[in-house]
């Protein structure tokens, strides 16, 4: 089991930044893909960011590309996301996402913490 803790949201105006943390225990977290995901009040989870274990390669959602950095401390095991240029519909609760190397879908999920962007 992976247990996840996601911290660092807030209120922030448009054009501010924030930094997502997401603290894991339990395995070893070095071999997990790590991600972080997005709800919007009514809509659907959306993905944002992930970074490979290994290659700590990173891939964005189009909406978030040049603004948002997803980066990893294994030896902390902890993932963060550095939002810069917020805009009002960053407004959402974001998630920590983890994956065993391999596997098809996340299967390990934080609590999710709050980010409001206001105009």
């Known amino acids: 089991q992976v247990q996840l803790v996601e911290s660092g949201g807030g209120l922030v105006q448009a054009g501010g930044s924030l930094r997502l943390s997401c603290a894991a225990s339990?395995?070893?977290?070095?071999?997990?893909?790590m991600a972080w995901f997005r709800q919007a009040p009514g809509k659907e989870r959306e993905f944002v960011a992930a970074?490979?274990?290994?290659?700590?390669?990173?891939y964005y959602a189009d909406s978030v590309k040049g603004r948002f950095t997803i980066s990893r401390d294994s030896a902390k095991n902890t993932v963060f996301l550095q939002m810069n240029s917020l805009k009002p519909e960053d407004t959402a609760v974001y998630y920590c996402?983890?994956?065993?190397?391999?596997?098809?879908?996340?299967?390990?999920w934080g609590q999710g913490t709050q980010v409001t962007v206001s105009s």
């Open positions: 996402a983890a994956k065993f190397e391999g596997a098809a879908t996340y299967d390990y």
């Open positions: 339990g395995r070893t977290f070095s071999r997990y893909n």
């Open positions: 970074i490979h274990w290994r290659t700590t390669s990173t």
